[in-house]
C-alpha cells in the first residue's frame, strides 16, 4: 500500500477514535472536546503516534480560530483597564507564584523539579501562567457566551496573553521582524478598503468560507511569518481588521464547521505527543494543585476592576486551565536545554487534566455562582460599569431577550398593534445601539444572569419571549426565570424538535421551530399575496 494512502488512513483511524470518545463524552452531558483529549491519550498507550499531516490539521484549527476571534474582537475591547491591567498583573504574579512553588518542591527532592534551577522553574511558571485561548472559545460558543461582558473579557485576557507569549517567542528563539515587517503592517491599513471590497463581492455562497480561508492562512499567517512575526499573531489581526464590518458574523459562522473539525487534531495531537512516564504525571498531577490558585487570581485581579462578582467568577471559571501555548514555551526551552524534554509530557498531561475539571465547572458556572453568591457580594465593588447597570422594565407587558432577526421580527409586529408594551433585551451593545436608534425600547443585559433576574421587577411583566440563537442561552435563562419566581407566560424559539421537547419538559408555555415554521410562515404571506 502507498505510504500516502497508508498516513491518511491512520488520520482517519484518529478521527474515528475522537469520533467515539467525542460521542460517549457528550452522552455524559460533557463537552466532547474531553473525549477528543481522552482519544488522543488512549491512541498514545496504544503506542501510536501524532503525524505531520496531524500538527497540520491542528495548526490549521489553531490559526482558524484565532482569525475567527479576530472577527469577534475590537481594539476599543482591548485597551479597557479590566482587560490589560488584570492580563498583566495576572501573568507576573502568576509566574512569581508558580515558580517559587516549583522550586519549593525541589528542596524536597521530587523528580523532576529536583533538577530545576530557577531561571528555569521561572520559565516553566511562565508557561503555566498562560489559559487556553482554545478551551475558552469553545466553552463560551457552545453556552452562546462569546458575546456577553465577562466573555469579551476573558477573550480580551486571552488575546493579551497571546501577545506576551508572541514577545516571548521572538526573543527566545531570535526570531525577529525582519525589513518587510514594516511594510506589511503599512500596507494592512491601505489595502483595508480593497480587502472589503472583496468581502462584500463574495456574497453567501461557498466563496464566504474559502475567502476567510485565504484571508487568515495566507494574507494572515504565511505573511507575516514571510515578515520575521508570528503567523498565528498575524491571523488575529487580519481578523481584527475584518471586526467592523457588517459580514463579519457571517464569516465566522461560514468557517465554523471547518474550524471545529480541524481543531478536533489539535485535541488529538496534544494527547498523541506526550512522553508518558509515571515520574511525568505524577509532577502533572501536583501542577494541577496550583489552579485554584491561578482561578482566584483572576477573580481577584478583575474584581479590583469594578467587575461585578457573577462576571468576574464566569471570568475565572472560563480560564480556569493551562494552555496549548505553555507546551510550545516548554517546547523552546528544551531545544535550548533550559528543561529536559520529559517536561514536555508534564505540561501536556496538565494541560488535558485542567481541560476535564474545568469542563463541568463552566457548565455548572452559574448555579455555583448562586451558591456563593452572598459571600462574594460582601467584596463587590459598589460602583457599576455601564454595561452592568441595573435594567427597568416599568410598564412592560412582553419582553423578548435576544433582539436578532427573530426577535426584531416579533418586536415590530407586537409593535403595530400594541405600542408602548414591549421591550428588547440584547447582550450586545452594538446590536442594543442599532436597534435604539431606530426608535425602538431595546435594553442592554444578559438573560442568563442569576443577578439580572434579582434586580429586574418583572410583576406586571405578563409573557417572556426567548429568541436568543443559541439553545443553551434558552435554557439557562429559562432556568433563571423560573427561580425568580415568575408566572407569566413563557415561549421560545428552537431549531430542532428535541430542543422543543427538552423546553416543553422544563415547563415552557409554547415553542416555535423556526425552521419547520418558517415555511409556514412563508405560505400564510402568500396566501395573504394570492388572495387579499
Same mark, same amino acid.
Given at each position: 500500500m502507498p505510504r500516502k494512502v497508508i498516513q491518511i488512513t491512520m488520520e482517519l483511524i484518529y478521527f474515528a477514535t475522537a469520533f467515539v470518545c467525542g460521542f460517549g463524552i457528550y452522552q455524559l452531558k460533557l463537552p466532547p472536546l474531553i473525549g477528543f483529549l481522552m482519544a488522543g491519550f488512549i491512541l498514545n498507550l496504544a503506542g501510536y503516534k501524532s503525524t505531520e499531516l496531524l500538527e497540520t490539521i491542528a495548526s490549521l484549527g489553531v490559526t482558524l480560530l484565532l482569525f475567527s476571534i479576530g472577527l469577534k474582537l475590537k481594539v476599543s475591547n482591548l485597551i479597557k483597564?479590566?482587560?490589560?491591567?488584570?492580563?498583566?498583573?495576572?501573568?507576573?504574579?502568576?509566574?512569581?507564584?508558580?515558580?517559587?512553588?516549583?522550586l519549593l518542591?525541589?528542596?524536597?527532592?521530587?523528580?523532576?523539579?529536583?533538577?530545576?534551577?530557577?531561571?528555569?522553574?521561572?520559565?516553566?511558571?511562565?508557561?503555566?501562567?498562560?489559559?487556553?485561548?482554545?478551551?475558552?472559545?469553545?466553552?463560551?460558543?457552545?453556552?452562546?457566551?462569546?458575546?456577553?461582558?465577562?466573555?469579551?473579557?476573558?477573550?480580551?485576557i486571552l488575546v493579551m496573553q497571546d501577545v506576551f507569549a508572541v514577545i516571548f517567542l521572538a526573543v527566545s528563539t531570535g526570531k525577529m521582524p525582519n525589513i518587510w515587517a514594516l511594510g506589511l503592517l503599512l500596507a494592512l491599513p491601505v489595502f483595508r478598503?480593497?480587502?472589503?471590497?472583496m468581502?462584500?463581492?463574495?456574497? #453567501?455562497?461557498?466563496?464566504?468560507?474559502?475567502?476567510?480561508?485565504?484571508?487568515?492562512?495566507?494574507?494572515?499567517?504565511?505573511?507575516?511569518?514571510?515578515?520575521?512575526l508570528k503567523g498565528d499573531l498575524g491571523a488575529l489581526i487580519v481578523g481584527m481588521m475584518f471586526a467592523p464590518h457588517k459580514k463579519a458574523g457571517e464569516l465566522s459562522k461560514s468557517l465554523l464547521s471547518l474550524k471545529d473539525i480541524l481543531l478536533v487534531g489539535f485535541f488529538l495531537s496534544i494527547g498523541l505527543s506526550a512522553d508518558l512516564t509515571a515520574h511525568s504525571f505524577i509532577a502533572a498531577l501536583v501542577l494541577v494543585l496550583v489552579i485554584p490558585i491561578k482561578t482566584l487570581l483572576y477573580y481577584v485581579l478583575t474584581n479590583l476592576f469594578k467587575l461585578r462578582a457573577r462576571t468576574s467568577l464566569l471570568t475565572a471559571f472560563s480560564l480556569a486551565n493551562f494552555s496549548e501555548f505553555g507546551l510550545i514555551v516548554c517546547a523552546v526551552a528544551a531545544s535550548t536545554g533550559m528543561v529536559t524534554s520529559e517536561w514536555l509530557a508534564v505540561i501536556a498531561i496538565a494541560v488535558s487534566i485542567t481541560f476535564v475539571i474545568a469542563s463541568p465547572l463552566n457548565k455548572r458556572s452559574n448555579e455555583l455562582y448562586v451558591k456563593v453568591e452572598r459571600f462574594l457580594l460582601k467584596f463587590e465593588s459598589k460602583t457599576r460599569l455601564a454595561e452592568?447597570?441595573?435594567?427597568?422594565?416599568?410598564?412592560?407587558?412582553?419582553?423578548?431577550?435576544?433582539?436578532?432577526r427573530i426577535g426584531t421580527g416579533a418586536y415590530e409586529t407586537i409593535n403595530v398593534t400594541h405600542p408602548d408594551v414591549v421591550?428588547?433585551?440584547?447582550?450586545?451593545?452594538?446590536?442594543?445601539?442599532? #436597534?435604539?436608534?431606530?426608535?425602538?425600547?431595546?435594553?442592554?443585559?444578559?438573560?442568563?444572569?442569576?443577578?439580572?433576574?434579582?434586580?429586574?421587577?418583572?410583576?406586571?411583566?405578563?409573557?417572556?419571549?426567548?429568541?436568543m440563537?443559541? #439553545?443553551?442561552?434558552?435554557?439557562?435563562?429559562?432556568?433563571?426565570?423560573?427561580?425568580?419566581?415568575?408566572?407569566?407566560?413563557?415561549?421560545a424559539i428552537a431549531n430542532y424538535p428535541d430542543q422543543q421537547k427538552e423546553l416543553e419538559d422544563m415547563g415552557i408555555d409554547s415553542t416555535y421551530n423556526f425552521y419547520l415554521e418558517a415555511g409556514s410562515g412563508f405560505a400564510e404571506h402568500v396566501k395573504q399575496t394570492l388572495f387579499p
Open positions: 483597564p479590566q482587560v490589560w491591567a488584570p492580563a498583566t498583573l495576572h501573568i507576573i504574579l502568576s509566574s512569581a507564584l508558580f515558580s517559587g512553588f516549583m518542591l525541589g528542596i524536597f527532592a521530587l523528580p523532576l523539579f529536583v533538577d530545576l534551577s530557577w531561571q528555569s522553574a521561572l520559565l516553566v511558571g511562565f508557561a503555566l501562567s498562560f489559559s487556553s485561548t482554545v478551551f475558552a472559545v469553545k466553552v463560551l460558543e457552545e453556552r452562546g457566551e462569546m458575546a456577553s461582558l465577562h466573555g469579551k473579557i476573558a477573550i480580551g478598503p480593497a480587502m472589503f471590497w468581502l462584500n463581492r463574495s456574497k #453567501h455562497g461557498e466563496l464566504l468560507p474559502l475567502f476567510g480561508f485565504f484571508f487568515a492562512l495566507v494574507v494572515g499567517y504565511n505573511a507575516f511569518e514571510f515578515a520575521g452592568e447597570l441595573p435594567v427597568n422594565l416599568n410598564d412592560t407587558k412582553i419582553v423578548i431577550f435576544g433582539m436578532g421591550a428588547g433585551i440584547d447582550i450586545k451593545p452594538e446590536v442594543v445601539e442599532k #436597534h435604539v436608534k431606530r426608535g425602538r425600547r431595546v435594553l442592554i443585559a444578559d438573560a442568563t444572569d442569576p443577578d439580572f433576574w434579582q434586580r429586574v421587577n418583572h410583576s406586571k411583566v405578563e409573557m417572556v419571549m426567548l429568541a440563537p443559541k #439553545h443553551m442561552q434558552n435554557i439557562f435563562a429559562l432556568e433563571q426565570l423560573q427561580a425568580s419566581g415568575y408566572k407569566g407566560q413563557v415561549t
